[in-house]
């Protein structure tokens, strides 16, 4: 299958979307989702602004989804995808600043980095087969979901995932959507600040790409543009302000934000 790499972008004032080639855009029109055309005009990437790839109308975050660290935490797998819901503030775009949470009694409270492939939706999902969710998948991008990890078990009587997962610009997404990739092929790597932190295959997953989709969608209809976070792996940690986090998984690319 041939490999399409999809971007949004900003020109001028107009919000735009097609293919990367190499360095230049080429420019289509229509719905991203539903058959996109060509429109016959390019752009050099130097001259555009980048926009996160996909404006989702929802985003789940997978929680223990990886063999490697369920079993460094002492969690068996789980029998179904356990999951959150991450807010439509937290996105941000490639190189975006992720903004420090201002938080009452806790100012210096860890920000943690989950490096994860994503899963964008293509074609409206309800009930489907495992057998058919691949054709639900329009491609597939980096995402950073980014944690205030005390903040969960802060109240003993309520786990606050959302609020915890939930801060404004804590889900960079990017930088491209990539269509036609093998998923269980690819590898997550995390560099944070030049040190690789995080570089563990995506074939670990407890859940595999169309098993998401499919037992997802048996919960709920996922709609073009939603984004499944397929959770995270070994080598989770910290960042400090001023630090440059990368998302990085071949085929799709390299999501760059610092953390200010």
Not at 66 to 80: S, V
Not at 121 to 133: C, D, H, L, R
Not at 177 to 203: C, F, H, K, W
């Amino acid at each position: 299958m041939t490999i399409k790499r999809w971007v949004r972008f900003q020109h001028g004032e107009a919000i735009c979307f097609g293919t990367l080639e190499g360095e230049k855009i080429r420019v289509h029109e229509g719905d991203m989702f539903a058959n996109p055309e060509p429109n016959g005009k390019s752009m050099h990437l130097s001259d555009v602004k980048l926009l996160a790839p996909v404006v989702p109308g929802k985003m789940l975050a997978m929680w223990n989804n990886y063999h490697a660290l369920g079993k460094k935490l002492g969690l068996a797998p789980p029998p179904e995808p356990l999951y959150l819901v991450k807010t439509p503030n937290t996105l941000l775009a490639p190189g975006g600043t992720i903004r420090r949470p201002l938080l009452e009694g806790s100012p210096d409270a860890k920000v943690v980095f989950e490096g994860e492939l994503a899963i964008v939706i293509g074609k409206t999902a309800t009930n489907v087969s495992e057998a058919a969710a691949p054709e639900h998948v329009f491609g597939l991008t980096c995402a950073n979901d980014v944690t205030v990890a005390e903040i969960i078990s802060r109240d003993p009587t309520f786990a606050q995932w959302c609020r915890a997962k939930g801060f404004d610009t804590f889900c960079p997404l990017g930088p491209v959507i990539a269509s036609g990739l093998d998923p269980a092929m690819l590898v997550v790597r995390t560099i944070l600040n030049e040190e690789v932190r995080q570089d563990y295959p995506v074939n670990d997953m407890v859940f595999s790409v169309a098993q998401l989709v499919s037992k997802i969608s048996k919960d709920m209809t996922l709609y073009p543009g939603d984004v499944l976070l397929c959770g995270t792996s070994v080598g989770v940690g910290s960042m400090r302000p001023n630090s440059t986090i990368e998302i990085e998984i071949d085929g799709i690319g390299k999501l760059k934000n610092r953390f200010e």
